[in-house]
């Protein structure tokens, strides 16, 4: 296995922790409580000319900042492009609001039934359970959300949710994110998990928590031995860039993977961090190497002051096109758009089918062949084999859903899908 730059380092505490003992600095209480908050701490890690100093303080006032003091020793000091200082360093392009920018771009708090749980999807649900993180990411797409008390949400609106859920037949998924959900003391992560367990519908409870790459102390034995009594567990955690992956880091993921727990990693696609397909297939390769299933990528969503992150759509299109074929199938993430307005996260390809006939399909791979894909002669549908009973045995407990989408063509009984208000039908006479 090889080690690849800067990801072989060990967390050494700089100034100003150089007297803090390692007890201290391998407990996740002592990293949230001596977070970096203000302008002053933070200018004894980096350096920061007085003009610096004014607009991070003045950036302050849209997302609070804390950085964890071992996170805060990955950035190199000198550097202003240090993926990890743009990670976690505000600056003055987070005031800008463009023209495109959302307040709540993805619609959750529109599609939201109960404080904190987003419903979009027919079978699976978002809980935010917290709005705290150990580290506040710049390019945050909660940002109307984050931070705003730094605390757990209340007992009555956990109970809530947890109603919600088992007043919901139709939910088999829980997603828990924040925030960060193991920012939650473990008592009080175990209770929500433990009752969320007890409903026979739900099938998988899944967490999306930061802390394996800003905060990998968190990633303590108690925690490992609450979450190996609720599996299936998934994770899915957030490293967007190589340098992240440290020996502390990996060390945390090994013992997630060992516990049991399926893990995978959402990026976010960030202009001047990660914009490259040599830093993502890095960044891919080694989270494979370390039992972690790259998920996905995400374009920058059109949350408010995070504009200067933003690339276009086609550069990600560009990394997809750098990775697949070219490495391990399931190194490649899927790259994904989430549509503002609530309409969803939305998988965004390079192209690989060229033509269609009755005959045959024509593609192109990774190299740029052509090829034909024979069609079969007669591939006329046969109908449902007679002994299958899924689809009878989901009607009889409930499930069967209106279809949605085009399902609503293929299977349900209409023709063709029309947008409300069309004008030619407002034309019509009867
Ligand atoms: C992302 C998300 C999910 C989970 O989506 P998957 O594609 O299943 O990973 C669920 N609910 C909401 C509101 C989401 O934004």
């Given at each position: 296995m090889s080690e690849s730059i800067n990801t072989a380092r060990v967390a050494i505490?700089?100034?100003p922790w150089h007297d803090v003992s390692w007890e201290h600095w391998d407990d996740w209480h002592w990293q949230i409580s001596n977070r970096i908050t203000t302008v002053e701490e933070l200018?004894?890690?980096i350096n920061l000319n007085d003009e610096e100093k004014k607009v991070i303080s003045k950036s302050l006032n849209t997302l609070r900042?804390?950085?964890?003091?071992?996170y805060a020793s990955l950035i190199d000091p000198e550097d202003r492009r240090c993926p990890i200082r743009m990670r976690a360093v505000p600056t003055m392009a987070e005031t800008h609001i463009s023209d495109e920018d959302l307040f709540d771009p993805l619609h959750e708090d529109l599609d939201s039934p109960s404080p904190g749980?987003?419903?979009r999807y027919p079978d699976r649900l978002l809980f935010l359970v917290t709005d705290q993180c150990s580290m506040y990411c710049r390019h945050c797409t909660r940002r109307r959300y984050s931070?705003?008390?730094d605390r757990p949400r209340s007992q009555s609106e956990m109970d809530a949710a947890i109603t919600y859920v088992r007043e919901t037949p139709g939910v088999r998924d829980v997603l828990l994110s924040g925030g960060d959900p193991f920012t939650l003391a473990t008592e009080r992560l175990e209770y929500l998990v433990a009752k969320l367990h007890e409903i026979p519908h739900v099938e998988i409870v899944r967490y999306g928590t930061a802390t394996p790459v800003v905060m990998p102390q968190r990633i303590t034995d108690e925690l490992l031995q609450m979450l190996k009594k609720y599996q299936?567990?998934?994770?899915n955690t957030h490293f967007n860039h190589p340098k992240e992956l440290t020996g502390r880091a990996k060390q945390a993921l090994a013992k997630l993977a060992d516990a049991g727990c399926?893990?995978?990693n959402q990026s976010a696609l960030l202009r001047g961090v990660n914009?490259?397909?040599y830093i993502i297939k890095e960044l891919c390769q080694r989270l494979v190497e370390n039992r972690v299933h790259p998920y996905r990528l995400y374009q920058c969503d059109l949350s408010q002051g995070i504009s200067h992150f933003r690339t276009s759509i086609s550069r990600g299109i560009e990394i997809i096109e750098h990775l697949k074929g070219h490495t391990t199938g399931f190194a490649v993430p899927e790259f994904m758009v989430d549509l503002p307005g609530g309409g969803g996260k939305t998988p965004v390809n390079p192209f690989y089918m060229i033509s269609q006939s009755d005959r045959a399909v024509i593609f192109r791979n990774y190299e740029g062949v052509i090829a034909k894909f024979a069609e079969p002669q007669d591939a006329r549908f046969l109908g449902c084999p007679e002994n299958c009973h899924i689809c009878q045995d989901r009607r009889e407990r409930g499930l069967d859903h209106p279809f949605v989408g085009l399902e609503q063509l293929y299977d349900g009984d209409k023709l063709s899908l029309e947008p409300s208000g069309l004008a030619r039908h407002k034309r019509k006479t009867v």
């Open positions: 505490a700089p100034s200018s004894q890690v900042m804390a950085i964890t003091p071992y749980v987003t419903h931070g705003e008390t299936p567990v998934w994770i399926v893990l995978g914009d490259c397909p």
